[in-house]
């Protein structure tokens, strides 16, 4: 499959503030890629822009679940970059908490937030890509989108239904100029976990102590897995996993689908616990 060359061509990023967002930015940045950078964040946006040192870069303050703002931004981008290469899916938020715990309306914020943002943009931006010779998509998954953990219902439940229309789409995409891939990021340290929603309903102090019990276990830095990013869309790569416990866990998932439970309980006991408040809970 074509490889693609970024140098001079567009790259859209959303969730580009900060975070995974902003490291692939950079990443891009230093490969001489024009950038479209979307996020919420204004400041943080006007922040990176600052960083980066490439030219022809522009900056969109967006809600992605806006639908008429998110086809505004798509032809305002479409307007300014003439050619529109990749797009590469960051933005989302994570959320703690079980299904006793967490309200409908919780559920449906985090859905809209993770995968009609998702949809929202690549639909938008779809009909200006096919027009490149070859163009590529990336959206950023998560590993929970192939193995859900107890204690992360909604999380796991946007991160299933992002993977599905990605697959869905990559096959939809076939015979057309535009590929499709899909990464499962897991450990990555961008701090994600720890400044994520949790439910109204769990004690905040105990839902710290497991964001903080699940952050500890990751170990892969920003800058590694933007790299990785980016070489992924640059092939045109359909799956790739980032981090050692993303290839763990894929690798375990393929090998027992229906018991892949069983050895992830233990090492993720403190980051489901959302329950108990540390001082109560009993030595092991």
Request: glycine fraction near 6%; proline fraction near 4%.
């Amino acid at each position: 499959m074509r490889r693609l060359d970024v140098r001079g061509r567009t790259s859209v990023i959303t969730g580009a503030a900060s975070g995974m967002g902003a490291e692939i930015a950079r990443e891009l940045d230093r490969r001489g890629a024009r950038l479209a950078l979307l996020d919420r964040n204004a400041e943080g946006l006007a922040a990176l822009a600052a960083d980066l040192t490439g030219t022809g870069h522009t900056i969109h303050t967006i809600d992605l679940t806006d639908d008429d703002a998110v086809f505004a931004v798509a032809a305002e981008i479409a307007a300014s970059h003439p050619h529109v290469q990749t797009l590469i899916t960051c933005a989302g938020s994570s959320m703690l908490g079980d299904m006793d715990q967490s309200s409908m309306e919780e559920m449906r914020w985090l859905m809209d937030v993770n995968l009609w943002g998702t949809v929202n943009i690549t639909k938008a931006l779809l009909p200006v890509m096919r027009r490149e010779r070859a163009a590529h998509i990336t959206h950023l998954v998560s590993i929970y989108g192939l193995a859900a953990p107890a204690g992360r219902i909604p999380y796991a439940m946007t991160k299933y239904a992002v993977r599905g229309f990605t697959e869905s789409l990559r096959h939809e995409l076939e015979r057309s100029s535009v590929t499709v891939g899909a990464i499962y990021p897991a450990g990555v340290k961008t701090g994600i976990i720890l400044h994520g929603r949790y439910a109204a309903a769990i004690d905040p102090a105990v839902a710290a102590r497991a964001a903080a019990a699940q952050a500890a276990m990751y170990h892969t830095e920003p800058a590694d897995a933007a790299r990785r990013i980016v070489e992924a869309t640059v092939r045109r790569r359909a799956r790739t996993m980032v981090g050692r416990e993303a290839r763990l866990i894929d690798v375990l998932t393929r090998i027992t689908p229906a018991h892949y439970w069983n050895a992830m309980r233990r090492p993720l006991r403190d980051a489901i616990d959302t329950t108990t408040p540390i001082a109560s809970r009993h030595p092991s």
